[in-house]
Structure formats: C-alpha cells, structure tokens
C-alpha cells in the first residue's frame, strides 16, 4: 500500500506524535481543524461530544494534579469502559507490540519501571503540545454515541495532519474523570472521553520515530457468498 492520492497520503503518513515544537498554533487555525473535524458524520446528525482547549494556569494546574494523583496511586471509577475484561491474547500481543515500539524508539528497556512512568508522566503533560484538548461526552450515550465521536477525532487528526500539525489521542486521561472535571469545571453529566495533544511535531524528538503496525486485512475482513 503505497499510493499517493491525498488521502491516502494523510492517512499513511500520520502518527501519534508524543513530542512537539514549542510554536505557537493560531487560534484561527485550530479552529479550521475542529470545523472539518466536526463534518464527520454520526447518527442521525446528533453530534455527540464536546472537545474542551485547556489553556494557561487551568492546564498548569490540571497537568500538575493529574501528575500528583498518578504518583500517589490514586484511582477513580473511569467513565466508559475501553479495554476487554479479560483482553484475550490477540489483542495482549498488539498492545504489547504497541507498547515495544514506543519503549524500542525511546530505548527504554522493558524492565526500566521509571523510564516507562516518565513516559506514561507526559501523558498529563499533553506532551507538552501548544494546544491541549479534553474530549467530553454527555452522559447517557451509548457504544453508538462513543462511535460518532470516534470518526470527529480521526477527522480532527487528518485535518490536522492536512495543515503540516501533528497529534496524539490520551486516553490515560480517562482514567481521572473527577478530577478532571473540577478543573474544568463540569458537572456529573460530561463524561471525560480522552485528551488530544495538537501541535507542530518535534522532527529530533526519538519518540516521534515510533512506528506501529497494523494487523493482516484478512484479520478483520472476510467477504461471505
Ligand atoms: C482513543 C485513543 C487513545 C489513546 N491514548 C493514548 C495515550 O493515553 N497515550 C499514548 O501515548 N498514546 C495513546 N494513543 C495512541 C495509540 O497508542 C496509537 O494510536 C497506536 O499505538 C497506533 O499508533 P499510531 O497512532 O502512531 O498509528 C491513543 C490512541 C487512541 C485512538
């Protein structure tokens, strides 16, 4: 698979990016993203999820607490559920794949604990990008909502790779819903999805030579006469 047409392009060439330039992305430009993020198209056109730009001494704030609650081994009830209970092999062995491929590229070795929890720590840094985006979801959607909303993220990450920026969906933030929402201040009813990480990539970073894989297209893809 090697075409050129510009879809095609887009959707090779992004990358969760974990590591960014500190150039400041235009207001206008972020708003752009979002806009042809938002044409996605979802169930009867409802239009589920919010995104929420985190800014200034809230995100200093937010990302210091959020670092103090990992360190300190808190956990909350997370909002949704996300990973399979128990996750049979096939799917363990891609998230460790995953998983080797970030460590291989940042040359953290499997058994370096600390070297993996810094890491995992600039995840509720948003990695440091100029734009910090916090996915909400209002209570009460199901499975079909959460599904609408995935296709907005994978928009905002195309048309974000379309204007040269780069992102990474955090989904460790799922796991501090209460805590997010005081910071931001939302009530019970906006249900803390993930955070989305925006800016220009950092080219030197080793981190942003991760590269993954994808399983065989016949592992998910059957045609039956
Ligand atoms: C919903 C979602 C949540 C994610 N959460 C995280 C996260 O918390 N931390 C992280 O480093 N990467 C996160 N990722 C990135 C995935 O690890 C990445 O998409 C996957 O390994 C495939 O790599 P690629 O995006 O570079 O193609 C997330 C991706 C998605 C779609």
Redesign the pocket.
């Known amino acids: 698979m090697n075409a050129t047409d510009p879809f095609s392009s887009l959707a090779q060439e992004r ?2 990016v ?1 590591a960014y330039l500190p150039t400041p992305v235009p207001d206008d430009l972020v708003r752009e993203v979002l806009t042809l993020a938002r044409l996605a198209p979802s169930g009867a056109n409802l239009q589920p999820g919010a995104l929420i730009a985190v800014q200034g001494g809230v995100r200093q704030q937010l990302s210091d607490d959020l670092l103090t609650a990992f360190r300190q081994g808190q956990q909350e009830a997370e909002d949704y559920d996300y990973f399979p209970k128990p996750m049979p092999l096939v799917l363990r062995r891609r998230q460790v794949a ?1 998983a080797q491929a970030l460590y291989g590229a940042l040359g953290v070795a499997r058994d370096d604990r600390a070297g993996r929890d810094a890491q995992f720590e600039r ?1 509720f840094r948003f990695f440091d990008a100029p734009v910090a985006l916090v996915v909400t979801m209002t209570q009460g959607f199901g499975s079909g909502g959460y599904m609408d909303l995935g296709m907005t993220l994978y928009g905002l990450m195309l048309a974000a790779q379309s204007k040269g920026l780069a992102t ?5 933030l799922a796991s501090y819903p209460n805590l997010i929402r005081q910071h931001l201040g939302l009530d019970a009813t906006s249900h803390i999805v ?1 955070g989305m990480a925006l800016g220009y990539a950092d080219p030197e970073a080793p981190v942003n030579q ?1 590269q ?1 894989t994808r399983c065989e297209l016949e592992d998910y893809f059957q045609q039956i006469d």
């Not at 990474?168 to 460790?172: L, Y």
């Open positions: 990358r969760s974990r995953a995840n990474c969906a955090i989904g460790a993930c991760t993954t």
